[in-house]
């Protein structure tokens, strides 16, 4: 039950993200210069930033960013893992031991280094869309080890199972064994791992936007809105500013913990 | 035996950060603008100057031996954009860090655990809400916005640190604690009116022990990395600020040290870590 509610909470969140073109009363980038900082008001429901924009719209649209790119991420992530979990079960033990030492050193080295220094040698000036998709891929394709230890532990169990060696038994290819057997074998896995990682890459993008680099603007995403943060002398005056972003967060945050369990984290 | 353990310890570190070190010179030897000055911008430079001034170009392994070679004698290089030897940067900002880091993790696991163990000892709905509705709170909120939450109350930078190593370890080492507090020795204990501290002390907390040392290693793994934002947004100069500085100015050299020395004090604390567990359990 508690699952279920989460699940529906979670999809309107995100139906209000989806939809924002059609809930937000302005566009994300739209300014109205003439009015800048202004108080929540009719026209604008949680007031404007300093450019004059509205920040319920780019609430809306920061949504619709943030939770389509974690989970795309934890998507590319959880296909690199499963890739090399399957390579390392076909490929022999010289292959399976070479791929566990490189996940092995990606686990030993600190993850948002790791994203800086790769993050730091692509173009830092691009466009809107190019910085959602670097940001995702990077971190989807950087933050794999943790997944591929759990589903190349998973294989390997799988493979050493009976129906497996009968599998093999009865002349079955690897192929078909792969995608008959195995899969359906590791899917629960492979759905936990996918639910685990969407929170964290959610906090991934939250503060690699945040520093500046993540998602560029104007496209607002959860971290870019946080950016707002930096002019901390205003916030106790005006709560408005962060408050409804930062009670959206832990709300989908803490959603996000109960769907894989359906329990509370 | 532990000589055996150690050796094998030391030596996965150093090939660990060796082969960290490889795929850091292959992303600076790689990258668009290597060897590229400035001076190319010059519009009064002729052509043939500016690519008479280039270095010659080398391959990979050679540059990655060379910067060994300096790393050994205390030479980082230089770092392009602060125009600075990166080693004195490193000596004036590390000790920052490793403030931060060791007042911040140290808090948030002291308090980590001693929030599990009340909640082990007292058992009650009570001593259990507080910690899990809190560590709920800060696990949903980036490292940065806590760093700057921090800055807003007029707290120090390692304060936010400890806001990001608490819920981690309070999860983490309550669930370990609440295993041991099952065994079936601490429930005979506690049949014979053992008093709840003594339970704590004698019987649960060494059964746990290894898991709580392993416990602190993922924290120190988990707190340094977790200090370039925290480090960012409160102005604390310490190398993670530095690491962020250098990522905007795609400053690789620097980037690739930065990785490098982070890599070190992860693993260092992992091993140490791993180690005590380690001879913690041999003794049990």
New interface residues.
């Given amino acids: 039950m508690l699952r279920w509610s989460a699940v529906a909470a979670l999809l309107a969140i995100l139906a209000a993200g989806l939809f924002a073109n059609w809930i937000a009363p302005h566009g994300y980038a739209d300014q109205d210069r003439e009015s800048p900082n202004l108080s929540p008001s009719r026209q604008y429901p949680l007031g404007t930033d300093e450019l004059g924009r509205d920040r319920f719209s780019r609430l809306l649209y920061g949504t619709r960013v943030s939770l389509l790119l974690a989970p795309a991420a934890a998507a590319i992530s959880i296909a690199v893992a499963v890739a090399l979990g399957g390579f390392t079960a076909y490929a022999g033990a010289g292959w399976a031991r070479a791929s566990s030492l490189v996940t ?2 990606m686990l ?7 994203l ?6 692509l173009p ?1 000036n691009v466009s809107a869309l190019a910085s959602i998709v670097i940001t995702c891929v990077l971190i989807g394709a950087l933050n794999y080890p943790p997944a591929a230890r759990v589903i190349g532990a998973g294989v390997d169990a799988l493979l050493k199972s009976d129906f497996i060696l009968q599998a093999r038994a009865t002349g079955q290819s690897p192929g078909r064994i792969l995608i008959r057997q195995l899969m359906p074998g590791i899917r629960p896995v492979l759905i936990a791992q996918f639910w685990l990682l969407v ?1 964290v890459f959610v ?1 991934a993008e ?2 690699l936007s ?4 993540g998602v560029s603007e104007p496209m607002p995403s959860w ?1 870019n809105l ?1 950016r707002e ?2 002019n ?2 205003a ?2 005056e005006r709560p408005w500013v962060l408050a409804p972003l ?1 009670v959206l ?2 709300t ?3 959603l996000y ?1 109960i769907l894989p369990s359906g329990e509370p ?1 | 035996m532990a000589l055996r353990f150690l050796a094998k310890h030391a030596v996965r570190l150093v090939l660990t950060v060796l082969i960290a070190g490889l795929l850091g010179a292959a992303l600076v030897r790689i990258a668009p603008a290597f060897g590229v000055s400035e001076q190319e911008l010059d519009p009064r430079l002729s052509r043939e100057f500016v690519q008479g001034q280039r270095p010659e170009p080398v391959g990979i392994l050679r540059y990655y031996g060379q910067f060994l070679y300096g790393v050994a004698h205390g030479d980082f290089g230089e770092s392009p954009s602060l125009q600075r030897p990166i080693g004195e940067l490193l000596r004036e900002r590390l000790p920052v860090s490793l403030e931060n880091l060791a007042f911040g993790a140290g808090a948030g696991i002291v308090l980590g655990f001693l929030c599990a163990m009340v909640a082990v000892v007292f058992r009650s709905p009570l001593a259990r809400a507080v910690p899990v509705a809190s560590s709920t709170v800060l696990l949903s909120l980036p490292s940065a916005a806590l760093g700057l939450l921090f800055l807003l109350a007029g707290w120090p930078p390692a304060m936010a640190l400890t806001a990001v190593v608490f819920p981690r370890v309070y999860r983490y080492s309550a669930a370990v604690l609440a295993r041991s507090a099952d065994a079936s020795h601490v429930l005979a204990a506690r049949a014979r009116g053992v008093s709840p501290g003594r339970i704590l002390c004698v019987h649960v907390l060494p059964g746990a022990a290894p898991q709580l040392l392993a416990i602190v290693g993922m924290a120190i793994s988990l707190g340094f990395p977790a200090l370039v934002p925290i480090e960012a947004v409160c102005d604390s100069p310490g190398v993670m600020q530095l690491a962020l500085k250098a990522a905007m100015a795609r400053d690789l050299p620097l980037l690739v040290v930065l990785t490098m020395v982070a890599s070190v004090v992860v693993l260092i604390g992992n091993a140490a870590a791993d180690i005590s567990s380690d001879v913690l359990r041999r003794e049990s």
């Fill in positions: 092995d050193l030993s080295l600190p993850t948002i280094l790791i800086l220094t790769v993050r730091a040698m830092l929170p906090m939250a503060n945040l520093l500046g680099l971290g946080l943060l930096e901390y002398s916030i106790p930062g967060m832990v989908v945050l803490c913990a984290a």
